[in-house]
């Protein structure tokens, strides 16, 4: 097995092999199932520990601790095929909403004729593949992310790339309908006009209306909790 590839499969097989109550097969019987060293499992789970995902007990054994998983670990799930709980997928569209607002407003004072170049270049290959019938996935992350890169807060970057990650498998079937990509391409185009001519109010406005339809999206699939009053 690679490396690279044990922290998502450990974190999958955990999940798919704990007892009622959460605990998991030992260090010794995970690194048989992997074949494996355990010292590279006790290394994985050192990692998964940090992230939240395990907890590790004094001559009790390993257990699960999923419910306090970090962001970091719920898009390692993702990665992992591994179900997420519904009020932690909602409240985490709920936050990429608030940090994107944040992030259309800052890049309106950072932003530099690279990322304009970056997002026109973007702009462009959606409507190439809308002419072609073909639903914008990709192209929608690459837009919002180009908008993040632009505050120059690599931190800011990281956190906000998880959302993507953990919606990866999702945003093909969410653009999938041309129409919803048509619409949503005509809100970039009124986000980066806005980006370009440095408003800052706008453009956060634009931003949350645009991210409104999405996290509407993600409350009527998975049944997320009501708005508060």
């Excluded at 048989?32 to 060293?37: A, L, Y």
């Excluded at 591994?82 to 997928?89: A, E, G, Q, R, S």
Aim: proline fraction near 3%.
């Amino acid at each position: 097995m690679k490396e690279n590839s044990l922290l998502s499969d450990l974190a999958a097989y955990l999940f798919s092999n704990s007892s009622g109550n959460g605990r998991t097969p030992s260090e010794r019987e995970l690194a048989e199932h992997f074949n494996v060293s355990r010292g590279l499992i006790r290394e994985a789970l050192a990692i998964l520990e940090a992230m939240r995902i395990v907890e590790r007990r004094a001559k009790s054994g390993i257990y699960l601790t999923t419910t306090e998983a970090s962001v970091d670990a719920m898009a390692l799930f993702a990665k992992a095929g591994v179900p997420l709980d519904p009020i932690l997928i909602y409240e985490t569209v709920e936050l990429r909403k608030i940090h994107e607002i944040k992030a259309a407003e800052l890049a309106c004072a950072r932003a530099t004729e690279e990322n304009y170049a970056r997002l026109r270049e973007i702009l462009d290959l959606s409507e190439a593949k809308l002419a072609q019938g073909e639903g914008l996935a990709r192209e929608d992350r690459d837009f919002h992310l180009e908008i993040v890169r632009a505050t120059k807060n690599s931190v800011f970057f990281r956190v906000c790339s998880v959302y993507y990650v953990m919606g990866e498998q999702r945003l093909p079937i969410y653009f999938g309908d041309l129409a919803r990509s048509r619409r949503s391409h005509e809100e970039h185009l009124r986000i980066y006009e806005a980006l370009v001519a440095r408003d800052g109010n706008l453009a956060q406005a634009l931003m949350s209306a645009h991210l409104q339809g999405a996290e509407s999206y993600w409350k009527g699939l998975i049944g997320g909790p009501p708005m508060p009053e």
